[in-house]
Nanobody, 123 residues
């Protein structure tokens, strides 16, 4: 099956920026990888940004609106998350995923998940 392989996580300072990448590993002719989620310690996994496969519209959580940007390179089959003006509250394991967008009526099992990559925002 297709696997999502993430990269770009690490340490950033508050107010700094970081870009995550998620590449599809394994053969597929379909669009794979259309959303980013995150999970902080002791917290439930939450949606961050996603691109609807039906109409191409972007949906963002209020906590990251105007700070994070999602994009996709269909030639490279790679999903990107550009994060700006990072805050300590953004510290979490970030997951790329394939599934429903928007997420309002979705559950975790509706998605195919990457392995997750740690993002730590600290001075």
């Amino acid at each position: 099956q297709v696997h999502l392989v993430e990269s770009g996580g690490g340490l950033a300072q508050p107010g700094g920026s970081l870009t995550l990448s998620c590449a599809a590993s394994g053969f597929t002719s379909d669009i794979y990888g259309n959303g980013w989620f995150r999970q902080a310690p002791g917290k439930e996994r939450e949606a961050v940004l996603c691109i609807s496969s039906s109409d191409g519209k972007t949906h963002a959580a209020d906590s990251v609106k105007d700070r994070f940007t999602i994009s996709r390179d269909n030639v490279k089959n790679t999903l990107y998350l550009q994060m700006y003006n990072l805050k300590s509250e953004d510290t979490a394991v970030y997951y790329c995923a394939t599934g429903p967008c928007p997420w309002y009526t979705a559950v975790l099992k509706d998605y195919d998940w990457g392995q997750g990559t740690q993002v730590t925002v600290s001075s």
